[in-house]
């Protein structure tokens, strides 16, 4: 499923090839660190760095055996360096190696889901601009409430993918940091400038404390903000599939030439991508709850993690990046039906100008409680009968007896809903 569903990039950032090639990284960045100390001899370094490679096939027929993938990846190393490589992984445990190169992975993930959100924000900006002054009705618990624009509507998903850039900034900066502390943390074999060494050259900060691992926390902070992130989505491809239905049909998404709906109804045009994006929505949910599971470990580490994150960790950054240009592609071909959205607003028949009324014969003198029921009156008439919600106020003696016809007609004029969308628009710089 992965595969047919995510872009080369970011398969590439999780294939198994460039995982060793990121341990092989961690490795010759602290060969290097001791040969500036003085502890593998400058020939040995030059024939380490020109000749460590590694072969994928030959490293999982090693660990058919060794049942460690580290000790086989090394194992392959050696076999291309020769009796130099005994100056390979001195004083380092295996996750020296492989939570630094992990470190790396999930920050070069981050750089592409990061440029996603950045793609999102202008598609969706530039169409809430271009429909800053669409109206439609608003709605609370389903039901019609007060008209907006579409604009505003889109707006508001550009705040909050905004604030998701900011959140996934910050999980990359917590996560791109490194650890070469040894068996427990301590340093007891090697050098602490070995690890200085090793993160300054791979743009990584050191961990201020670690023990085996790099703690848990930091990968929970990156999964749940991919899990936001989705459910962001979730919440626009929903609102997307919504606003499809046939009884509202004010949007659709994209269908393309020779695309089908059904395999039984030929008339279908169905949210499909929406529908999808909703879907694994959920399994990136699921996986970030297993890597809050993960932050608690044993003592100074136990392996419960380890196969979890072999799963969590590449697909919920392939399916982010996935499901972020899918919905990029959804607003860049979103269908607009502004005539229904406007027949939309026409059948509440006036009701939802009910505040404006209230609010206006609370302005004449009225109580709010008297105000409250004149117009509750009007409109349960008005429900009942399918009459407009203005002619049944132009028929209450209360209502007239303080408000003139002309303020009443400006009531109802949909138009004054919107005298402050503007505003909004503004703090957007649009």
Request: some cysteine; proline content about 3%; overall charge positive.
């Amino acid at each position: 499923m992965i595969d047919r569903y995510t872009l080369p990039k970011m398969r590439e950032i999780w294939s198994e090839e460039n995982k060793f090639r990121k341990w092989l990284e961690v490795e010759l960045a602290a060969c290097e660190a001791w040969g500036s100390l003085g502890r593998i001899p400058r020939e040995a370094l030059a024939r380490i760095k020109r000749k460590a490679s590694f072969s994928v096939e030959r490293i999982n027929q090693i660990e058919k055996e060794t049942a460690h993938d580290l000790i086989a990846f090394l194992t392959s190393v050696a076999e291309t360096v020769g009796p130099e490589s005994r100056f390979i992984h001195l004083g380092m445990t295996s996750y020296d190696v492989e939570d630094t190169a992990r470190s790396m992975q999930m920050r070069d993930a981050a750089d592409l889901i990061i440029k996603d959100i950045e793609e999102v924000i202008k598609i969706v900006k530039r169409r809430a601009k271009e429909e800053k002054d669409t109206i439609m009705m608003g709605r609370t618990h389903g039901v019609h409430a007060e008209p907006i624009t579409f604009g505003l509507k889109l707006l508001v998903w550009v705040a909050e993918m905004e604030r998701n850039l900011v959140r996934m900034r910050n999980a990359r900066e917590t996560i791109s940091v490194g650890k070469i502390s040894g068996a427990v943390g301590t340093y007891a074999n090697l050098d602490p400038r070995v690890e200085e060494y090793v993160c300054r050259k791979l743009k990584l900060k050191p961990s201020p404390a670690s023990t085996q691992v790099l703690q848990r926390d930091r990968h929970a902070e990156y999964l749940t903000t991919l899990a936001v992130v989705a459910a962001s989505l979730e919440q626009f491809a929903t609102e997307i599939r919504n606003l499809q239905r046939t009884e509202i049909w004010e949007v659709e998404e994209p269908f393309g030439k020779g695309q089908k709906g059904s395999s039984a109804m030929p008339h279908k045009k169905n949210p499909i991508t929406c529908e999808r994006i909703a879907g694994l929505a959920r399994v990136v949910r699921g996986n970030a709850m297993a890597a809050l599971e993960n932050v608690a470990l044993w003592h100074e580490r136990d392996i419960t993690h380890s196969s979890v994150e072999r799963v969590i960790l590449p697909d919920s950054c392939l399916l982010v990046d996935y499901m972020l240009q899918q919905f990029a592609r959804v607003m860049g071909g979103l269908v607009i039906m502004r005539q229904n959205m406007r027949k939309n607003i026409d059948r509440s028949a006036g009701l939802t100008f009910s505040q404006k009324l209230l609010l206006a014969l609370t302005d004449k003198g009225l109580t709010r409680e008297e105000a409250y029921k004149i117009v509750q009156t009007a409109a349960m008439k008005a429900r009942a009968s399918g009459r407009n919600l203005k002619d049944e106020i132009l028929q209450s003696r209360e209502a007239v007896k303080n408000l003139k016809r002309e303020e009443i007609e400006q009531i109802f004029d949909v138009r004054s809903h919107l005298k402050n969308i503007n505003v909004v628009f503004r703090r957007f710089g649009l």
